[in-house]
T-cell receptor, first 112, second 111 residues
């Protein structure tokens, strides 16, 4: 059974048109993470929520924002996607770090 | 910024043990060593993690050098399904144990 679910698996949007990616979890983990993985590169941490506390990585562009309305759901908002934002976006969850992270299978975002 | 160094690629025969090395010479005493792997078109999968002592689980073993400056992930009997990119990651106590992925080792398993 999928424990970290990302929808949709594939998302296409237009240059500059806002897009939201979603992640849900059935693990009741208190930490949720968003990573960006570009083609042939390693995943790069964008930000994470520790319970309701938002933690942004220093080099995450302002174009990227996140919301976590409750324990189970977390959203990644890209306000004005550029061509360089085309990537796989991965959601992960964990109990208190350094406990293992559980990843979803990602949403592949394409920008037209 | 503590980093890890891994070979770009390794190859193994099916049903043989695989030893994947990782160097992390800048590790501090409270930094954990994590291993994840990623199969094509999937999210990363947790393999194992440790702090100082060697660790075993159903997937693999982690051997940590006495000075902690290097570690080895051991797959005891490689299968074709173990072909993946294996990431050795230090989670740093001074950054909330966030995972900063390096380039990883691409493991090819041949029949």
């Amino acid at each position: 059974d999928a424990m970290v679910i990302q929808n949709p698996r594939y998302q296409v949007t237009q240059f500059g048109k806002p897009v939201t990616l979603s992640c849900s979890q059935t693990l009741n983990h208190n930490v949720m993470y968003w990573y960006q993985q570009k083609s042939s590169q390693a995943p790069k941490l964008l930000f994470h929520y520790y319970d309701k506390d938002f933690n942004n990585e220093a080099d995450t562009p302002d174009n990227f924002q996140s919301r976590r309305p409750n324990t189970s759901f977390c959203f990644l908002d890209i306000r004005s996607p550029g061509l360089g934002d085309a990537a796989m976006y991965l959601c992960a969850t964990s109990r208190d770090p350094p406990q293992p992270q559980h990843f979803g299978d990602g949403t592949r975002l394409s920008i037209l | 910024d503590a980093k890890t160094t891994q070979p770009n690629s390794m190859e193994s025969n099916e049903e043989e043990p695989v030893h994947l090395p990782c160097n992390h010479s800048t590790i501090s005493g409270t930094d954990y060593i994590h291993w994840y792997r990623q199969l094509p078109s999937q999210g990363p999968e947790y393999v194992i993690h440790g702090l100082t002592s060697n660790v075993n689980n159903r997937m693999a073993s982690l051997a940590i050098a006495e000075d902690r400056k290097s570690s080895t992930l051991i797959l005891h009997r490689a299968t074709l399904r173990d072909a993946a990119v294996y990431y050795c990651i230090l989670s740093l106590s001074n950054s909330g144990y966030a995972l900063n992925f390096g380039k990883g080792t691409s493991l090819l398993v041949t029949p």
